[in-house]
């Protein structure tokens, strides 16, 4: 439950996948890539490729790969919920994100976000049993599992080439597949 990266700046009707796109492009942005065979999970309206894993969209065809995509989308969407914990752990510690920031200068609203981004992260690793932290953490094993520390070794740059999605879109379909095997053995 740690924050990898933070972009700020950006206006509140932004959408987040623009955003990505955006650092993800800039040469000038430092963004911290996984290794080989490891991915961010991110939900539906990011495009699905290397290093960044989204969900199928929509489970139809025959009924064992509705069930194998099905699965997939189960165990993907606990990853997610990880995601949307560690938020609502932010909100928690830090009120002033609960409503508009008034009378602050935008370098200084954007300098609030990034203290207080570190300040979780500076929690998360040396209180591990931080109130907000516990009462967040309703699957111990998964979140201990998750984000273990920023060490990204190992990382390597990003291929958005329209061959590289499709060969990713084919290794999220061979990971549902060995998902949905897996479990009716």
Not at 53 to 76: C, D, V, W, Y
Not at 103 to 114: D, E, F
Request: proline share 5%.
């Amino acid at each position: 439950m740690r924050f990898t990266y933070v972009r700020v700046g950006w206006e509140g009707s932004a959408h987040d996948s623009r955003i990505l796109r955006n650092v993800l492009l800039d040469p000038n942005c430092v963004f911290p890539m996984p290794p080989a065979g490891k991915y961010y999970a991110v939900d539906t309206a990011y495009t699905n490729m290397s290093r960044f894993m989204a969900p199928f969209r929509s489970a139809r065809g025959i009924p064992q790969e509705r069930a194998t995509r099905a699965l997939f989308n189960k165990r993907h969407a606990l990853v997610r919920n990880t995601i949307e914990r560690t938020f609502g752990v932010l909100k928690k510690r830090f009120p002033i994100f609960k409503g508009p920031m008034q009378n602050c200068l935008m370098a200084t609203q954007n300098n609030i976000v990034l203290a207080c981004c570190a300040l979780h992260n500076f929690m998360r690793d040396h209180v591990p049993n931080d109130a907000y932290f516990v009462k967040q953490e309703t699957d111990a094993t998964l979140a201990d599992n998750i984000n273990q520390g920023n060490q990204m070794a190992g990382a390597q740059p990003l291929d958005m080439s329209a061959q590289r999605i499709a060969g990713w879109n084919e290794d999220r379909r061979a990971m549902a597949d060995h998902m949905y095997y897996h479990q009716h053995l």
